[in-house]
């Protein structure tokens, strides 16, 4: 029996892998000290899943495999169809536990998440999905105001108490370090996802997780954050970079059309779609008013007006999309 299942989706992780596994290790002679305590007893696995990787990732893993312990399996499993929503469907799947806990390849949780996790899920059960609390761990000193932003990057900080999102409101925890039940993925879930999320060459189908966790909220299952569960989301300097960064809020910006209106019914759309638009424009034309003239120095600033301009155009790109679709059948 296992009861818990960590899952790492990677893709050419074989330099970055290393560390989540080793981390992973710590973890496992922690639960192994703890497990003289009732509360803590309990079995969990990990399962790396491959996103179509052309580096060494597969023989990172098989070299860890080699000197595992058993008692907390580690297996791999090759995904083809390129994309975060295919790795982490194939993550349910696969996964044996009742809960998925999921890590990017460039999380680093402390030696108790995973035993936090559990315990939370286990003292929680009407709750379907909770995130952690997620520090930033950057290679080089952020740019200025960089908090307006970090939430993009799954940086996450909300404080020392558990908080149940307000079920009123369509704010998330990150994809990064969020657990799952996994009844509830496969009761709410489709099988096949709208958005295909972060793959290899793009970054313009984000937003799997919100659709994930949309689902779960719309079928009435609780979404949490809870702050004992730590990772360190390392941060490359190259994705500090300007580049990078308009291209990650072109991405988000771009996906806001699909998520806001899995929301709501098929007849309150084209009236939800001119709010949208109306307030989408108002704050482009605030910000535009108040940054335009540091909006080449300032990368926060440009990243906010890539963020509203691209939630702007969001409905055309996927209308686009559909049509161009539509039309090749």
Known sequence: ????????????????????????????????????????????????????????????VEEYQLTWSQ?????????????????????????????????DDDNLPTDNWVSAAYSFGQSHPQVGAFGSQIY???????????????????????????????????????????????????DTVPEHPFLKGVSANSLASKGEDIETLTYLKKAGWEIWHNPQMCIYH??????????????????????????RMLRFKAWQQPFVLIAYLTNDLRKLIIHLLKYHQVLETDIVAACEIQLFLSSLISPFYHWKKRYSISHLD
Do not use: H
């Open 1 to 60: 029996m296992i009861d818990f299942t960590v899952a790492i989706c990677t893709y050419n992780g074989a330099t970055r892998l290393p560390k989540v596994l080793d981390k992973l290790r710590s973890a496992t002679l922690f639960t192994k000290e703890r497990a003289q305590f009732p509360k803590e007893d309990f079995s969990w696995e990990i399962v790396v899943i491959d996103n179509n990787s052309a580096d060494k990732t597969a023989k990172v």
């Open 71 to 103: 008692t907390y399996p580690l297996r791999y499993y090759f995904e083809p169809k390129q994309g975060l929503a295919f790795a982490r469907r194939c993550a349910i799947k696969v996964a044996q536990g009742s809960l998925v806990g999921f890590l």
């Open 136 to 186: 930033g761990d950057y290679e080089i000193e952020p740019p200025e105001n960089f908090e307006r932003i970090s939430c993009f990057l799954a940086i996450i900080e909300r404080g020392q108490k558990p908080i149940r999102y307000d079920a009123q409101q369509w704010i998330f925890p990150a994809g990064a370090g969020l657990v799952i039940r996994k009844q509830a993925w496969l």
């Open 234 to 259: 390392q941060i490359p300097s190259w994705r500090l970079e300007k580049d990078y960064l308009i291209k990650l809020f072109r991405g988000v910006g771009l996906s806001r059309y699909p998520t």
